[in-house]
C-alpha cells in the first residue's frame, strides 16, 4: 500500500524497529568574527566597509543640526519581513539580522541586537560600530546627546507605541525626538539601492476566496455603522488587510504575497493607494465592476498617502485605525480628536475569523502540505545515514518538495532546520555557508511552511533516526504532551488563548522544565503566517469558533538538542454532555510524530488514543501520492 512508501519508523506508534548507521557529527565551522582591539583592528572579510556610506549619513545628520539618528529595522506597514529596498539598518550596518536598531551620532555609530545574532554581527559589521548586546538605546541616547539635542527619526518606520516610548523618556531629559520626513539613509543609499518591486498585483480566481471584496466592504461598513463612535472611514496600513480585503496578490515581501498599499475606505468612497500601473486592465475593471453601492475603488499613487489623508483629516471627520500596524507618520497627520483607535482594525479582527469556504481552503492546503512532509521525512529516514544530507540541503530539498504540491507559491518563512545543539536556538536558519550534518546520532528539527493559493502553512517536527538518550525522549514526550492535551481540550466560548496556554506547559512543568517562548499563532489564507491578533498571549483577542492557531509547545537543552511539535488547529464548536457554548480545536496539520521519540510509558491512556486517532486520521485525509506531479 502506499502508505508503506512513507517508511516505518516514524509514525506507527506502537510498533516499529528501525536501525541506522551512525556516522559522526560534524563540527560546526568556526567563525571568524572582527576584533577591534588589535592593532591594526582584525576585520573578516564577511564585514563591511561601512565609512563612505556613514560619511555621507553624517552629513545628512549635521545639515539638520541632529545630534543622532535612529535607524530601525522595519517598514511603513510594520510588516514582519521587509522588502530589500527597505532593508536601510542592514545597509548602513553590513549586519544582515533580521532583528536590531542602529543609531549613528557624529561620532559614533551603535547596534543593538539580541543574543541570536551577536556572533552574526561581530562577522558582519566592521569597527566603526560599536554593538551592544544589553542595554537599553534611550539610556545611550542620553549620555551621546547634550541636553536640547535633536534625535532624528523616520515617522514611517516608527510605530506609534516605540514612537510613545522614545518621545516619553527623551522628553523627560530634556532631549527632543523629530520626525524627519525624508528617510536619511535613502538619501545616501544611492544607486545600489534595490529598486521598490514593481511585479504586477493580480485578482485571485474566485475558487480561492472567501467572499468578494464587495461583501468584505459592505461588512466592515456596518461595523463603522455599529461602532458608538460613529467612524467615518477606515484607514489599513497593513500589507495583508489591504490584500485580504480586495483579493488580490503580488509579491513584494519575501514570503508574503503582499504589495505595498494603503487603504482609506468611506461610505461613500473607497481609495487604494498603490502604483497603479502594477494591475492590468482586467484588475482594473474587477476593481470596478460595479459602481452601485458606493462600490468603485478609486486608484492614488502609494506617494499621495500622506497629502490624501492630511486632506481627508481636515473635514469633520472619525478615521478608525487598528494602533498594531499603523506608523507614527500616519498617526500624526491625523488630528488625535478624528482617531477612532482600536488596537486591530476591524478587518484584522475580521480577517481572523475564517469563514466555512476560507476553513475548507485553508484545510486543504494543510493536505498538500503535509504530503510535501512526509515526503521529505521519508527522503530523510533513508539518506541522512550515508552522511549526505545537511541541514541546509535539506531545507532546500523540502523547499522543491513544497513547490512540487499544487497551488505551491514558495515558502511561508525562512525554514529553521536544526541538528543538534543548534535547535536549542531560538529562529536558527542555515545557510548555504554555516550548517551541520543531520546524522542518526543527533535529534533534529524542522519548522517550516508553504504558501498556497489557498492557504498558509506552519509545522514543525523533532525526530531522530537513531537511539535517543532517556532525557531526549521524556522532553519529546512531554512537549508531545502538552501538544495533545491543549489540542483536546474543551474550553468555554471566548476564552482568551492566555488563560488555556499552560495546558500546553504542564507535562513540563510538573518535571521542571518548561520553554521560553509563545504557545501559538494565527495563521492566514495565502497571507502571513503569523497572522496576528490570533494566539496565546495576552495581546491576543478572545478564541471564537473558525479562528486558526498554531500549537507548538518545545523544549529546549542548550548545548545539545531542542524539540518542538507544532500543529495548525481551527477552532470549533465542541460537543460537550451539557448544553452550553464550548471550544475545541480540530488539528488540520497531517504530519505523524516521530514514535522513536516517544515514551509511551509516559502517556496516559486518553493520550494514547487520541495519538492513535490522529493517525487514523492522517490515513484518511492524506494519502500519499505514489507520484509527484
Ligand atoms: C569536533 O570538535 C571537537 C573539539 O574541538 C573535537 O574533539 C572533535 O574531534 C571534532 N569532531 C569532528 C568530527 O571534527
Ligand atoms: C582581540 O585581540 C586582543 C589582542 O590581541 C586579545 O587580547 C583579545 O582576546 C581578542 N578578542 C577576541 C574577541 O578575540
Ligand atoms: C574602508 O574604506 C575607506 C574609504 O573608502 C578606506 O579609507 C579604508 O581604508 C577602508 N577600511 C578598511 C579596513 O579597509
Ligand atoms: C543646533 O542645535 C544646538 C543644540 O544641540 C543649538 O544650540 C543650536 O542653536 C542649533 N543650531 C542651529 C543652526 O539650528
Ligand atoms: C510602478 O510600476 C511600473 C510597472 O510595474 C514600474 O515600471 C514603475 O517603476 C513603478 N513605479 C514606482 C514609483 O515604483
Ligand atoms: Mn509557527
Known sequence: MAWARWGCCPWLVLLCACTWGRPKAANLTREDVRNCSTSPPYIPVTAVNTTERLTALRQQ?????????????????MSEYIGDHDKRRAWITGFTGSAGTAVVTMGKAALWTDSRYWTQAERQMDCNWELHREGN??????????????????????????????????QASDR??????????????????????SQPIYALQEAFIGS????????????????????????????????????????DIPYNPFFYSYTLFTDSFIRLFVNKSRLSSETLQYLNADCTLHMCVQLEDYSQVRDSIKAYASGDVRIWIGTSYTTYGIYELIPKE????????????????????????????????????IRYLVWLEKNVPSGAVDEFSGAELLDKFRGEEEFSSGPSFETISASGLNAALAHYSPT??????????????????GQYWDGTTDITRTVHWGTPSAFQKEAYTRVLIGNIDLSRLVFPAATSGRMVEAFARKALWDVGLNYYHGTGHGIGNFLCVHEWPVGFQSSNIAMAKGMFTSIEPGYYQDGEFGVRIEDIALVVEAETKYPGTYLAFEVVSLVPYDRNLIDVSLLSPEQLQYVNRYYQTIREKAPPRTRPR
Not at 515617522?155 to 518621545?167: A, Q, R, T, V
Not at 527632543?176 to 518591486?197: C, F, H, K, M, T
Not at 548555504?432 to 511552511?449: A, F, N, P
Open 212 to 251: 468578494t471584496w464587495q461583501d468584505k466592504v459592505s461588512g466592515i461598513r456596518s461595523q463603522m455603522q455599529q461602532r458608538r463612535e460613529a467612524p467615518t472611514a477606515v484607514l489599513l496600513s497593513a500589507l495583508d488587510e489591504t490584500a485580504w480585503l480586495f483579493n488580490l496578490r503580488s509579491s
Open 176 to 197: 527632543q525626538l523629530v520626525s524627519i520626513a525624508d528617510n536619511l539613509v535613502d538619501l545616501v543609499w544611492g544607486s545600489e539601492r534595490p529598486a521598490v518591486p
Open 137 to 170: 538605546i534611550v539610556t545611550w541616547l542620553l549620555t551621546e546627546v547634550p541636553v536640547g539635542g535633536l534625535v532624528g527619526f523616520d515617522p514611517f518606520l516608527f510605530s506609534i507605541d516605540s514612537w510613545e516610548s522614545y518621545n516619553a523618556d527623551l
Open 338 to 373: 478624528k482617531l477612532v483607535e482600536d488596537t486591530y482594525s476591524p478587518v484584522m479582527v475580521t480577517k481572523a475569523v475564517k469563514n466555512s469556504k476560507e476553513q475548507a481552503l485553508l484545510r486543504a492546503s494543510h493536505v498538500r502540505d503535509a504530503v510535501a512532509v
Open 432 to 449: 548555504k555557508e554555516l550548517h551541520r550534518k543531520l546524522s542518526s546520532d543527533e535529534m533534529y528539527l524542522v519548522d517550516s511552511g
Open 61 to 77: 545628520i549635521q545639515m539638520l543640526n541632529l545630534s543622532a539618528y535612529i535607524i530601525p529595522d522595519t517598514d511603513a506597514h
